[in-house]
C-alpha cells in the first residue's frame, strides 16, 4: 500500500513538473520578440489542434506581420483556430475579412465556405428565431456564386437544403398554430400563403386540408352577410385539395365539410328564395 501511495505521489509530481515546463515554455513563446519563432510555435500549436494557444500568439502576429510574406497564412491560422474553438460568430467574421483580403488566395474559397459552415451551425431549432438560417444561406449562395465550379458545391447545396427544410417547417408551424387557436380566418390565409410559398413541400397535403377545414370552420361561425360566399370557397378549395391529393388520407374527412358547406348552401339559397316570395 506504502509503495502504491509512493507510486501515485511520484506520478503526480512528475506531472506537475510536466505542467510547469508546459507553461514555462508557452510564456517564453508569448514573451519572445521573435516573430519567425512565435508564427512557429503558434503553427505547432494549431496544428496539434492546442487552437486555445494559437489564439493569442496569432492575434499579437496578425499586426506585428502585416504586408510581409507571413501574413496571409497567420490571418488564415488566426479564422481557422476560432472556427476550431468553436467560437461560430468571430470565426464567421474572420474568415469572411479573410476572403475578401486576400481574393487571390487559394484558401480563400474555403474560408468562404466555412464562413457560412459557422452560420450553418449557429442555425437554430426551426422554433426560435431565423437569422442564422437566412444568414446561412446567402452565405452559402454567395459561396456558389463567387465559386460555381468549386468541389465543395454539392455540400453547399445539401447545406443549404437543410436550411430551407427548416424554413418550410417553421412556416408550416406558425400557419397551423392559427388553426390549431381556432383563428379560421389568419388560418386560411396563412396556409395559402405558405401553400404558394413551398409548392413542393412535405406538408403541403396537410396543409390543402386544414384550408377545407378551417375555411368551413371560419364560414359557420361567420354572420348571415358573408356565410354562403365562404360556404362556397369551401367547395372551391375542397376541388384544389381532391385534384393535387386523390387518394389522401384526409379527403374523406375533406369531404365531409364539403357536404356540410353545401347544405349550408342549399339551405341559405332556399330560405332566401322563400323569403323573396313573401
Given at each position: ?60 502576429l496578425i499586426g506585428l506581420t502585416r504586408g ?211
Amino acid at each position: 500500500m506504502i509503495k502504491s501511495v509512493i507510486l501515485n505521489t511520484c506520478a503526480l509530481a512528475l506531472l506537475a513538473v510536466a505542467l510547469l515546463a508546459s507553461c514555462s515554455d508557452y510564456n517564453k513563446v508569448l514573451k519572445s520578440t521573435d516573430i519567425n519563432y512565435k508564427f512557429t510555435k503558434a503553427k505547432e500549436y494549431y496544428e496539434k489542434e492546442h487552437y486555445y494557444k494559437s489564439l493569442p500568439i496569432l492575434e499579437e502576429l496578425i499586426g506585428l506581420t502585416r504586408g510581409s510574406q507571413l501574413a496571409e497564412e497567420v490571418y488564415y491560422l488566426y479564422a481557422k483556430s476560432h472556427f476550431g474553438v468553436e467560437d461560430y460568430y468571430l470565426a464567421n467574421y474572420y474568415l469572411k475579412t479573410f476572403s475578401k483580403t486576400f481574393t487571390n488566395s487559394p484558401r480563400s474559397e474555403e474560408c468562404l465556405f466555412l464562413a457560412a459552415e459557422c452560420s450553418f451551425k449557429l442555425s437554430p431549432s426551426y422554433a426560435l428565431d431565423q437569422t442564422d438560417t437566412h444568414n446561412a444561406i446567402d452565405e452559402y449562395q454567395l459561396f456558389l456564386d463567387t465559386y460555381p465550379h468549386s468541389n465543395l458545391k454539392d455540400s453547399a447545396n445539401h447545406q443549404m437544403d437543410r436550411l430551407n427544410l427548416k424554413l418550410e417547417k417553421k412556416a408550416y408551424e406558425n400557419a397551423y398554430q392559427f388553426a390549431k387557436t381556432l383563428k379560421f380566418k389568419a388560418a386560411t390565409a396563412a396556409l395559402k400563403e405558405f401553400v404558394k410559398d413551398y409548392p413542393g413541400s412535405v406538408y403541403r397535403e396537410e396543409a390543402l386540408y386544414l384550408i377545407v377545414k378551417c375555411q368551413y370552420m371560419l364560414a359557420e361561425g361567420s354572420i348571415d352577410e358573408k356565410k354562403l360566399e365562404r360556404m362556397r370557397a369551401v367547395a372551391e378549395n375542397y376541388r384544389t385539395f381532391a385534384t393535387a391529393f386523390p387518394e389522401s388520407k384526409f379527403l374523406a374527412d375533406a369531404a365531409s365539410y364539403l357536404r356540410k358547406s353545401e347544405k349550408q348552401v342549399e339551405k341559405w339559397i332556399s330560405t332566401a328564395s322563400e323569403q323573396s316570395k313573401k
